[in-house]
């Protein structure tokens, strides 16, 4: 299992960015995939997740409304679309599949969300 996190940057505040996290050897069917943030100085929190299987999805309470997860099915993708960005946002984001077996992460990226 392999996860591909991309689509970091600098933005100012109010810009927008999407992160996609393309994942390898699972299927979406099977497992729910989740974003994750770690701040600097700040403990790595979960901030969204979707579950192709249930089909649903959540998001935490400080970023909804402003960020939305989503599927691609077809290019085995995930996207974190983020508007409204804050400077608080800034943290390196990372994707995670939770199986049976193992958590798998990807390779984090840095969202910077300047003031």
């Known amino acids: 299992v392999q996860l591909q996190a991309s689509g970091g940057g600098l933005v100012q505040a109010g810009g927008s960015l999407t992160l996609s996290c393309a994942v390898s050897?699972?299927?979406?069917?099977?497992?729910?995939i989740a974003w994750f943030r770690q701040a600097p100085g700040k403990e790595r929190e979960g901030i969204s997740c979707?579950?192709?299987?249930?089909?649903?999805?959540y998001h935490i309470q400080s970023v909804r409304g402003r960020f939305k997860i989503s599927i691609d099915n077809a290019k085995n993708t995930v996207y974190l679309q983020m508007n409204s960005l804050k400077p608080d946002d800034t943290a390196v984001y990372y994707c995670?599949?939770?199986?049976?077996?193992?958590?798998?992460w990807g390779q984090g990226t840095l969202v910077t969300v300047s003031s």
């Open positions: 050897g699972l299927s979406f069917d099977d497992y729910a």
């Open positions: 979707i579950s192709r299987k249930y089909d649903s999805t």
């Open positions: 995670r599949v939770a199986t049976d077996m193992a958590n798998y």
